[in-house]
Structures are given as C-alpha cells and as structure tokens.
C-alpha cells in the first residue's frame, strides 16, 4: 500500500512569505507611490514633486536630518572603533562580559532609556532646551552606539592574527600595521555599522521629541503631514526619503565583504 | 674581532608562558651562515615557539638570541633582518599579489651617500624606487615560478600559488634567515615533495641561511643540512641526517625518526649484548651488567635459514610496501618487524642475523620512578599527584602499628608518621593502568609509547602539576588516553628523607 505523504515544491513554500511580502510591503508602496503622485481628487500630477523641492522647509528639514546622522555616526564611529578594537583584542574571558556592557543597555526599553537620559543631561546644563542639538546628538550615539560596535567588533575578531605578525615581520612598525593591515580589512565593519546607524538616525524624530527638540527631522516632517491628513504631499516625502537610502545601500554596499553580514545578524 | 661564522646562536634559551608552562627550556642552538637547519619534533614540542622567538614574536623568558654575534632576544620583529614565511601562508587578502610582494620592498629604507646642495657628502634613509621594487618583485616571481600573477587577487590562488607568494614575499627582502613554519603542512603529498625539491634549490641558489620547522621525519631528512631533534621544549639530539639515522642518542629519537625495533637489553660482556634471547656481538661500549636500550632497524635484519640465524622466529605477516616487504616476525613473546626485498611466507620459520653496527645501544632513560612523598594521617603516601595506600612499617625494621595507627619501632618508641617526608621509589613495571577512573590513585593522559619488542613503555603525565609515571606494559592503549593507575602496596618503596623522620 501507498502510503499518501504531503509534499510541497519549492515554490509552494514560499507562498506564505510572498503573500505577507505582497500585502504588508509591495502594496503600501505601491499606495504610497500612489498617493505621491495624484492630488485630493485622485489625479496625476507632479505637483507634490515639486512642492517638496521649492519647499525651503522641506529642504531645510532634510538638511538638518543628514547634518544630525551624519554627525551621530561619526561621534559612534569615533567612540565604537577603538572600543571595538580593545574589546576584540582583550583577554578571551572578559571579552563577553565586556561586550555585553555595551550590549545590555539594548535590552532596556529605548523610550525609558531617553527619559533616564534626560534627567542626567538637566543635571548636567541645567534647561535642557537650551542645547537642541547637541542633546539630539548624544541622545542619538546613546541609542545606536551598539549597532556601530558590534559589526566592528565581528570584523576585528575574524582578523587573522597572523596577518599583523606577517606585516611586522616585513618590518612594518606598530603603527603601519594598524595602517596598512588593520584599518583597511575592518572597512566592511566601518560600512556595516554606518549604514545601520545612518539611516535610522534620519527618522528617528522620537529621540528629538522627548528631549524638547522642535526642530523637525524627516520623520516628524511625515509625521506632520499625515497627522494634517495631507496623505499626498506626506507620501512624496516619504518616497524621497526612500530613494535616498536605496542610494545610499547601493553605495555602501560596494564596499562591504560579500560575506560580511555578520555584524547585522548578530542584532 | 673574533672569526665568528655562526650567523644565529642560542644560548640557554627559555620560555615560559603566561600559565606557567614551559615551552622551551635549556635550547643550545648555533647555526652557520647558508646552513639548511631542521627543527623536527612532534607537535607540541616548542619548535614553533623557538622559530618564533627567532622571528620576534616572542621574547625568550630567559637566555640570549644572538645575530650575527648581537643580542637580539628583545628587539622587535620589523627590526630584525629574518622574514619567516607562515604556516597558513597569512598573505594580506585586501592586496594583489604585485603588492603583497612588495609590501617588505615599500617600508624598506636603503643608506645612500647624497652630495648636498653645499657639496657635503651626507648619509641619508632613501625608499626604493618604483623601478627598483617593480625589478625585485618581478625576480622574485620568477623564482617561485609564477611570472605574470603580478594583477591576481590573492583569493583567485590555490593553496600551492599561495604558498610560493608567501615565500616569494619573504625572500624577496634578502633576509640573512628565512624562516619556515611548516610551510608545507597543508599541501598535498604530490605537490609536497615538489616544493621540497623546489625548496632545496632555492636554498642552494640563494645562499639564505634556512631554519625550517616540521613534524614530517621525512622532509627533515631529505632537506636539511642540520637535523634539531626536539621533545617537550628541549632538544633531544642535533647532526647530519645520517647521524640522527644512523647514531640516535636516546629511544625517542630512533622511534620518531624512521622505524625501528626497540629492545631492553643487558651487556652481557666486553661488546656483547643479550636481547631477545639471544647474544650479539655490538659496537658500543658500555659496562658488563648495564641495562641498555637496544635499537635496531627494520632493513638492517637480514633474513637466512633457521639453522644460521641468531634469532628464529615464525613470520606473522607479510605486506607489500612497494620497494620492499614489511615482514613481522615472532620471536618467543617478542615481535620483530623486518624490512626487506625478499618475501617470506605467512607461518614460515627464518632465522634472521643482525651485523654489529646495525645494533645501537643507548643508556636507559628511566629505569625507576622517583618522587618525594609526604605520609598522610592515614598511613597513605601522598606523591605525584596522588595519593597511595602504602606499607609504613617498612620505614623502619621489624616494626609494627598500633590500633591507633601509631607506628611502633622495634625498639619499642611510638612514632607519628603524619607529614613525614619520603622518598618514594616504583618500577616501571610494577605500575597498572586502568579505565576506571577511580580504581587507582591518581589520573593522568598517556603523553609517550615506544614499543619494545614484547611490551609498550608509557609515559602517563598527571594534570594538575605534570608529574611524569613511566611504565612498561604488554596490552596496546593510545597517547591521549586517560587512565588510572594502580600500584600496588607492596611495590612502593618507602625511604626516610631525613635520618630522623619524626618532629
């Protein structure tokens, strides 16, 4: 007798996923590159496109936004690079105990996180207002200090011992080593963690809404928009936004190790 | 100054790691100038650590690294002129091969005499220039072989172009040593025995002194002018390949090196040895009654009649090994294993004749285990790292203990044993080991086995303090295995350290 056995091909498998990718991602796009493209009575216009570009809000929005990350990942890559590199090169048993310091702050909720952060920042200057953008900036590097430390460390920890022992032994001294070594075999871990810290840190507008910043990032441009009901010029918004990362992955990604996804699957 | 022609020498070199180990202690080395140097030994034995203590990566915990007469142990490795080349090639992944060539090249500062603009003659560091490097690179492509990989990525190599890159990066600086860290360890045995030739000709065209590093007997013996024999971190025995062959100074040596038969003897009179049952004459001169080591190889046993050999014995089997048949012989208890070009039947009988100078007698290493022991409070004895039910009343004559556990002279006084010093005194062969991890008194892996004919001798070393117990046995266990061992009480000799033993 034949015993019936359910198989399923490939592609039948794969089913569930392409629906929820169909439902919960390919169609709000498609909605959003909709509504980025009609006006309140549903037809075609490019009136949004240009309303977003003439806007010297929206481009001053934008500016500020970059201005913020690209300040927030340089200060994290200032501050993740050599702690990366001693956590890395310390002592097999504390290495793990070291990590998760930096690590377990992750666990704590990010909101309450901000909020302990804000009473230490209006101890420390007294009105916390008073520095908008600075309190942004360390608001920031707090939250995603992690994300720049640990793609560094993954980069660090597979660098071949041996390889710095060769360089030395050509008669390269300590600091040519880190030179022409170390520092151009951790750029995928440079590349990974700015790109995982770039990109949030444009929208993350509630790190600037708890520490009384008024001025608008991308996220709280959107934000305003949809809380106004204008779905139209809001979705442009977002569809600029969305380029300019895809943009940016493309560049990133032409420097970073094909096999070198390490330090985000860690997260 | 003095002729000094030695371009490297060590001198009571030691290393001791940070967990105490000792890596390497008491390394006399000299090496000439243009010698082809092996360091051979099993891993574990501390010869990559000296060849990195050469290199620089490590600093020696005590002695002295001198070059060319110099004390070098404490500079740094860019500042010494030996490059080594790597055991997993370690070339640089983000660079060509053009560039990993000249990575030595570009750092590489060259002491010229300028006119300045005043007319003075001053010295000055100058770079290579680029035509220079381009030169050098390109030469030493050609001397590995690899013309044209100038522009390959390194990862596009297979591990044998890899591994010529990395010599082709060490040579082409001109060291006056090169280093090699069991470069051929992760070849194939084709492409192995390709590189050793190709090694050994480079080694004659460069006229670069080579320190080499292996475990693989063979590669040392083909290669090498000069064969270090190490084991656990000290050398065993320095000569020619014919010398380390031929004239082994110690067991170890002739088992690690080829194959060979090893056999306790006695020296029964003036040049005549008695192993196996049988008496032979022998080269080596040691004292009548001496307990020798005898080493004899498998192809210098020569097969004849049973009526004319010395030794005859049933052959147990026969396996064809190309030029030669590898025969095992059984010789009362003992097995004999012979190499040679004529066959001889499975269950045949042969006698088999050994010349004097193919019997090499070697002073026993370890006859006896001693060690210092303590007794305990329970009449035990406390001693490489275990502890050991044991026979107090021999410590003095005709004496006796108490039902108290107090031992009793024969004179009558009470004495205390607890803490009291002894020396303790096993023979190899009185010791048992076990699988049974409580069955004895103390716990050890098995570091060392030789087989001797008609028994293994062990070595079993205890974890926490590296106490050594030697012993003989007939049944085969592995290196690694943990095991148990079992002394009996009667076996154990006690001996007082101090005349008086009580406090």
Known sequence: ?267 | MNENTNIIELINVRKEFDDETVAVDNFNLEVKKGEFVTFLGPSGCGKTTTLRMIAGFEIPTSGKILLNGEDISKLPPNRRPVNTVFQKYALFPHMNVYDNIAFGLRLKRIETTVTGKDGKEKVKKVRLSKSDIDKKVKKALEIVDLEGFEKRSVSTLSGGQQQRIAIARAIVNQPEILLLDEPLGALDLKMRKEMQIELKNMHKKLGITFIYVTHDQEEALTMSDKVVVINDGEIQQIGTPTEIYNEPVNTFVADFIGESNIFNGTVVDKLKVKFCGATFDCLDDFEINDMVDVVVRPEDIKICAPADGQLKGKVISTVFKGVHYEITVEVGKFEIVIQSTSCAEVGAVIGMRVEPDGIHLMRKVYTVNKYDGVITKNNTVEFGDGEFECDVTTLYPDSHLDEEGYLITAGGEKIDLTDVEVEVEIDTHDIEMSDDKSAGGVVGNIISMIYKGDHYRYIVRTEENEEDYVLSCPDLWNTGDLVSLIIPKDKIKLKLKVAEGNK
Request: aromatic fraction near 16%.
């Open chain 1, 1 to 267: 007798m034949k015993k019936f056995r359910l198989r399923f091909s490939r592609s039948q498998l794969c089913l569930p996923y392409a629906v929820f990718l169909a439902l919960f991602v390919i169609a709000p796009l498609l909605v959003i590159v909709y509504y980025a493209f009609t006006n309140g009575q549903g037809k075609f216009t490019f009136n949004n496109f240009t309303n977003f570009f003439s806007n010297t809000n929206t481009i001053g929005t934008l500016l500020y936004s970059f201005f913020l990350s690209v300040t927030t990942t340089l200060i994290c890559l200032v501050i993740a690079y050599p702690t990366a590199y001693i956590l890395a090169r310390s002592g097999f048993k504390k290495q793990y105990v070291l990590l998760m310091l930096f690590i377990m702050p992750m666990w704590i909720n990010f909101t309450l996180r901000i909020t302990a952060l804000k009473e230490v920042l209006s101890l420390l200057e007294g009105n916390i207002s008073r520095y908008p953008f600075l309190n942004s900036v360390i608001g920031m590097t707090y939250d995603f200090l992690p994300f720049m430390i640990l793609p560094l460390y993954t980069s660090f920890l597979k660098l071949d011992k041996n390889l710095l022992e060769a360089a030395s032994d050509l008669g390269a001294n300590k600091f040519t080593v880190f030179l022409q070594v170390t520092l151009p075999l951790s750029v995928p871990g440079i590349v990974s963690g700015i790109t995982m810290v770039l990109l949030p840190s444009m929208t993350n507008y509630v790190v600037l809404d708890m520490l009384y910043n008024k001025t608008f990032i991308m996220g709280s441009l959107i934000g305003s928009y949809f809380s106004a009901y204008d779905w139209h010029n809001g979705s442009m918004i977002s569809l600029v936004l969305l380029v300019i990362i895809f943009i940016v992955t493309l560049v990133t990604n032409r420097f970073s190790d094909k096999d070198d996804n390490s330090g985000r699957t860690v997260l």
